[in-house]
């Protein structure tokens, strides 16, 4: 159980694109998904929360414009990366947390998108 | 300012031997700390997890040991397999927040 399923798992695609992240949690309802990016040999770095039909909160010096997050329904998070460039290639990745009542349910991870920007 | 410190950075472990990644941290509030494990180009997959009410969870041959009083807690791979050898991130979130606060990250090798 606690699949979730992110996509596509690699983009590579001009300077100027704007590229759409899927994040769908398989076999469960999530009330919050997150959106991490990590850096080769690198840490996960939270670039924001977004909780079910409402607008997602972001980290201090991710750019909500340039991010932009959608969480449409409970098993569905999307994150866009608008007009992107070189430095927005990296490796993006989504977790879902479960529905239920009860602090601190795990987050499920999906298994990331590299981006790759030309 | 890294709220959960990690180390060692890496870590090279025979076959069978025990691999041993320590985290520690400041924030008393924190109540609930799991470990990831990522392999090359995939997500972390959340591997076990502990709260601070307990000072040891184990499962098959992954041991978190916790001490509250010093704010550590550490993995403990016993029999270490080639399968292992990936990068082992600690996290540590507290009651009511979304956050999860990961450590810098352990890239583990097991040589046959």
């Known amino acids: 159980g606690a699949v979730v399923s992110q996509h596509p798992s690699w983009v590579i695609c001009k300077s100027g694109t704007s590229v759409k992240i899927e994040c769908r949690s398989l076999d469960f309802q999530a009330t919050t998904m997150f959106w991490y990016r990590q850096f080769p040999k690198q840490s996960l770095m939270l670039m924001a929360t977004s909780n079910e039909g409402s607008k997602a909160t972001y980290e201090q010096g991710v750019e909500k414009d340039k991010f932009l997050i959608n969480h449409a329904s409970l098993t569905l998070s999307t994150l866009t990366v608008t007009s992107a460039h070189p430095e927005d290639s990296s490796f993006y990745i989504c977790?879902?947390?479960?529905?239920?009542?009860?602090?601190?349910?795990?987050?499920?991870f999906g298994d990331g998108t590299r981006l790759s920007i030309l | 300012q890294q709220q959960v410190k990690q180390s060692p950075q890496s870590l090279i472990v025979q076959k069978g031997g025990i691999s041993i990644i320590n985290c520690a941290y400041e924030?008393?509030?924190?109540?609930?700390f799991p470990w990831y494990q990522q392999f090359p180009g995939k997500g972390p997959a959340l591997l076990i997890a502990?709260?601070?009410?307990?000072s040891e969870k184990k499962e098959g041959r992954f041991t978190i040991s916790f001490n509250k009083s010093a704010k550590q807690f550490s993995l403990h791979i016993m029999d270490s397999q080639p399968g292992d050898s990936a990068t082992y991130f600690c996290?540590?979130?507290?009651?009511?927040?979304?956050?999860?606060?990961f450590g810098t990250g352990t890239r583990l090798t097991v040589i046959p």
């Open positions: 502990i709260r601070p009410d307990v």
């Open positions: 924030n008393t509030a924190f109540d609930y």
């Open positions: 977790s879902a947390r479960y529905r239920e009542t009860g602090y601190n349910q795990p987050q499920h």
């Open positions: 996290a540590a979130s507290r009651a009511g927040a979304n956050n999860l606060f």
